[in-house]
């Protein structure tokens, strides 16, 4: 591309002196080897090494299979007949039997047919008609149309913020097609949605992690996602996960709030307030993750990792010296002088650094689309020059070039050697529920960003897709003192300064388990 482009004969690049090498430039990377997973020793494959980041479910059983015992099945897919409709249910039952998770393979109810305008109605009579007969239901599974709209929202929120159930979507031309390898996908979903582990670290169950089998340790994910550009009335959401299980670290319970429209910091990572009867009260994100490791494990954590996503490198150190002061306030409010060691690192995956392998035809040095191996580690001459910085291909190509994730270390009270934080980076990207593949950013990160994405649904549907407010939202803004342009558009300034919304929250049962997967 360099020579194509004809850089030596560009005039611009001729007047300033600028001359550009077509050779890529020349780094050391190491390939760091895969994890053996842990399968249940009731399977025919009781533990697993995957070849080339990715392995398959085939003679293995979940880890610890979650617990179903009353569910039900909604049919909001007009073209998907009752009977078809409980063929896939069966289909779904069975592969999570032989999967390893404890299911009742007979539904509470039978499948219920409802419109999907109607899914208020549905979702609460049918939750009802389950309550009746005293059975408190483990899982929802609905049948929606391909293209459907809000529904899916609108589902998620009900379920999730007013009725307390968890929920397994799945579309039409799924459910149709009833592949064997989408079911056995779906069942590893609705596994950790309902308390179980998929597969853990071997080097996690027999203690042998570096810097977090020694003692009890808590890995946080974290990640603000923004609205649109031009919604500029919509709220940015902060979503923070934090594991649940040691010393596995497999589990991750979530917690979201809305921010500030555009703002980087999460503002409720920890908060104090005066109480009229009880004075200083304090709480927050981390405080209340931090007592959920507790209640769960029976231990305090003693070490904390914090992995932090979302952040540009202009604002590197105003989100650390906020966060980090956050996560210090929240572990002395729970017990004076309780200071856990911290380290806190950054995820990126935008930027545009890529690693190519110097023999391409190398079959050993490449993957099947032709990029590098997963586990490709570069922390040298590419890095900054005094930090402690790497870049991480965890995961397998599978089209176009591979993006490397770029992991800083802006803070390290725990003293990983570089050897550790990448070999625990690069082994807890096979851990991730919702696939039996390596994933290319370390999952509490991921999970941050799938729980940010889920919480958008809760907000008001303030704005249309193209950012200008439907006129009652308008009048209403209008009315909350917020500007409302002539066009019915808010403005910029009502963003900055109107007190964001809350959004609902989680029912406890919801937020103990991985939800947002």
């Not at 179980?196 to 003692?215: F, K, Q, Y």
């Not at 934080?421 to 919702?434: D, E, F, I």
């Amino acid at each position: 591309t360099v020579h194509h482009n004809a850089y030596h004969a560009d005039p611009y690049a001729q007047e300033f002196g600028i001359k550009i090498d077509e050779k890529l430039a020349s780094v050391d990377a190491r390939v760091l080897p895969a994890p053996w997973l842990k399968y249940h020793d009731t399977g025919r494959e009781k533990n697993c090494l995957p070849r080339v980041g990715q392995w398959n479910m085939m003679n293995k059983k979940m880890v610890n299979g979650g617990m179903v015992t009353n569910w039900i099945c909604i049919n909001f897919s007009h073209h998907v007949p009752d009977q078809v409709a409980r063929r896939f249910c069966d289909e779904l039952a069975q592969m999570c039997y032989i999967s390893g998770m404890i299911f009742n393979l007979e539904p509470v109810l039978p499948v219920h047919r409802a419109r999907p305008d109607q899914v208020e109605t549905a979702l609460t009579t049918r939750n009802q008609h389950a309550m009746v007969q005293k059975r408190e239901l483990d899982l929802l599974i609905a049948i929606l149309p391909d293209d459907n709209g809000s529904l899916y929202g609108d589902l998620k929120r009900i379920c999730e913020t007013e009725l307390g159930i968890v929920s397994q979507c799945c579309l039409t031309k799924h459910v149709f097609k009833m592949s064997k390898q989408y079911l056995a996908n779906v069942a590893l979903k609705i596994n950790v949605k309902v308390g179980g582990r998929n597969t853990v670290l071997l080097d996690a169950i027999s203690r042998r992690i570096p810097l977090v089998s020694d003692r009890p340790t808590i890995i946080f994910g974290a990640d603000v996602t923004h609205p649109h550009p031009g919604e500029d009335s919509s709220p940015s959401i902060a979503a923070v996960v934090a594991s649940q299980d040691w010393p596995e670290v497999t589990k991750y319970a979530g917690l979201v709030c809305a921010q500030a429209h555009r703002q980087e910091l999460i503002e409720d990572l920890f908060k104090s307030w005066q109480d009229p009867v009880r004075g200083t009260v304090s709480g927050g994100m981390i405080k209340e993750l931090l007592i959920s490791f507790r209640r769960s494990t029976g231990h305090k954590p003693q070490r904390i990792i914090f992995y932090r996503d979302g952040v540009s490198e202009g604002q590197f150190y105003q989100v650390l010296l906020y966060e980090l002061d956050a996560i210090r306030k929240a572990c002395a409010s729970l017990e004076p002088n309780y200071q856990p060691p911290v380290t806190f690192v950054v995820v990126q995956k935008r930027h545009h650094t890529r690693l190519f392998a110097n023999n391409h035809n190398d079959q050993n040095s490449v993957d099947k689309s032709g990029n590098i191996l997963p586990g490709t580690v570069v922390d040298s001459k590419i890095c900054h020059p005094t930090e402690f910085d790497f870049y991480l291909c965890s995961h397998a190509g599978i089209k176009g070039t591979s993006r490397p994730a770029h992991y800083h270390v802006l803070w390290d009270e725990n003293n990983f050697s570089a050897d550790d934080l990448q070999s625990l980076t690069n082994n807890l990207c096979y851990t991730y529920a919702r696939c039996t593949r390596s994933v290319s950013i370390v999952p509490p990160a991921y999970y941050a960003h799938l729980a940010a994405f889920r919480a958008r649904f809760y907000t008001e549907p303030e704005t249309s897709d193209s950012g200008s407010m439907t006129s009652g939202a308008a009048a209403a803004a209008a009315g909350r003192g917020g500007a409302a342009g002539p066009t019915g558009r808010s403005t910029r300034a009502r963003a900055a300064n109107a007190a964001v919304r809350p959004l609902p929250p989680l029912k406890e049962k919801v937020k103990r388990v991985m939800f947002y997967c």
